[in-house]
């Protein structure tokens, strides 16, 4: 008995230790909802196994740079373009039935138009708070595409498009491509003069095109223009078919983001074989989903203060008037522009057909340009023939060829984007039509070249700069005088971090042709070393270590030890 009574002794110590806490501390037991969060996180982990995942992407080392934000407003915009969507399909009626408009905007009372423009009036003025979801889906739309441009530029500059991250660069673009089609059917679905006239211009520039075109627009609109199916299609498109690519693209891009690293921005301690940052967990995810209520509160003000797409002021749409001094959408104006700037006479006759070279001349402008940006990696790896991976981003300014190229295609892509408003700016500015169209004009074929030449020589003197500061430091303005008489200038010592920066770069040559089994060279190999040797013309070495020694020695021998305490 006294054994029995021991034993329930210490069983009794036992739950009490287990209520109360090993030292006899007061109950530990977890409060309700983080047993819940424990049960939950068992019951998903014993029949999926997600734990050894979430650990493994918990741990995955991201870098930092404000730079690197410009990718996630794009994202965080497509989210808020989400939920602001989806609040609209609930009440737009993508109908083109005749009504007539009995809500609450007065001017509009009695007007005939399609139930898509009554839908999106009742929107902005019977239903509570739909202006405002309107106004906000407007301009994520407009941030999402300007998130893609803004990252876009960030990689292609800083050459982060290179090896591994070639096909990441590729989705990226086609992300692009269908952030356009996105903003371009939900611009055009109210059905009001302002999109049908920019549908107008999509049907005779398909129109123009030989042998499909006729057939291509009616099966489009559903006849002949306007036809009364393309706001159902376009809204189809709208809100099923792209958003759904949309969304499967952003998946691989992240997917591939986290296999192949993000690269990171040149500093001490930064490699190729290396990742220098901060864990996903928990400090990136609490400051993207902080950055997600910053991008959607921004986006919030924006809409709350500043009017959009005011579609009651354009009426209905109506195929007989032309509003004059409209716009497009920023970003599909590149196109708009394109049309705008080819000259007249460019008909012919030939095999039964009509041939508007003045449609046909654009729209192989405009395939040739999207394309070139989207192979661009492809194109630069085999001019360069660089087959190594790459993850440190590099300075625009140690890739002359490249910064310039891209300059190039800005200046190129700004100019068919201004001629969209060329008559906007002939009437602002007092000028000719006439007059803007053909400055216009000479700007695309010249303002290129212009900017090709100008940019790769701004990097090239950037780079001899660098180089000057890496060898003798900053100019202070403090003169002193040498035992023999010799006036010279006291330079303030580089840091060594910032040293690192301005001399550590890679430096490339031009491809050397060798000879096939056969002995001979091909035309192929010709025509790549040729290219080759222009991409790396004018080339500027890096600094070597025996000249940084010379140039220390050389300034210590001058100045004497006075310019060593020197601090930055």
Known sequence: MAQEDQAL???SSADDQARHGAAGEPDATPPLGGRFVGWAANYLDERTSISGLVKELGRKI??????????????????????????????????????????????????????????????SFDIRGGLLVRQIHHWAALVFVAGNVVHLLRVFFSGSFRKPRDLNWVIGFILFILALAEGFTGYSLPDDLLSGNGLRIVDGLVKGLPLIGTWTSFMLFGGEFPGDQIVGRLYTLH??????????????????????????????GRTDTNV??????????????????????VIVLIAALFQINPIWLYGPYDPSPVSAGTQPDWYIGFADGMLRLM???????????????????????????????????????WITGDKREHHIAERPRNNPTRTAIGAAGAVFYAVMWAAASSDLIATHFAVSMEGVIHTLQALLMLGPIIAYFLTKRICLA????????????????????????????????VDEYERWKLVEYDHYEPLIVRPNAKGRISFAQRARATMSRWFFEDRITPITQAELESARSHDHDATGPTSAPATK
């Open 9 to 11: 002794a210490l069983a």
């Open 462 to 493: 950037l780079q001899k700069k660098d180089r000057e500061i890496a060898l003798h430091g900053y100019e202070t303005g403090r003169i002193v005088r040498l035992p023999g008489g010799e006036y010279v200038e006291v330079h303030r010592p």
């Open 276 to 297: 220098v940052g901060y864990p996903l967990l928990p400090l990136y995810t609490a400051k993207m989903g902080g950055y997600l209520f910053i991008v959607f509160g």
């Open 62 to 123: 991201f870098p930092d740079h404000w730079s690197f934000m410009l990718g996630e407003i794009a994202l965080w915009a497509f989210v808020v373009v989400l939920l602001s969507g989806t609040f609209l399909t609930f009440f737009f009626q993508a109908s083109m039935t005749p009504t007539h408009y009995a809500g609450a905007y007065a001017p509009m009372r009695g007007v005939e138009m399609s139930a898509a423009f009554e839908s999106t009036l009742q929107l």
């Open 343 to 381: 000259p007249p006479g460019l008909e012919f006759v030939w095999l039964d057909h009509t041939w508007s070279l003045n449609m046909i001349i654009p729209v192989v402008i405009l395939v040739v340009f999207l394309a070139l940006v989207l192979f661009y990696p492809f194109i630069e790896a």
């Open 239 to 268: 809100i099923l078919l792209l958003p759904l690519i949309v969304i499967a693209l952003v998946v691989i891009h992240l997917l591939l983001l986290v296999i192949s690293k993000h690269s990171q921005v040149m500093a001490p």
